[in-house]
């Protein structure tokens, strides 16, 4: 037989979805600056190298 009144643990799953969600998203985010300071830094180092072999030339 079912149990009367409100369904156990829907709010506790509610907010751990929710602090999941959260979490993903920050270590998704953290991923994605990452990337895209490193390929900034790859980016500055190219045109450095690029300067010094055109002023060698």
Do not use: C, F, Y
């Not at 929710?18 to 190219?46: D, F, H, S």
């Amino acid at each position: 037989m079912p149990k009367k009144g409100k369904a156990k643990n829907t709010v506790n799953k509610a907010k751990h979805t929710k602090l999941l969600n959260r979490k993903i998203n920050k270590v998704k985010l953290e991923k994605q600056q990452n990337k895209e300071r490193l390929k900034a830094i790859i980016r500055k180092a190219n045109e450095l190298k690029k300067k010094d072999n055109d002023q060698s030339i």
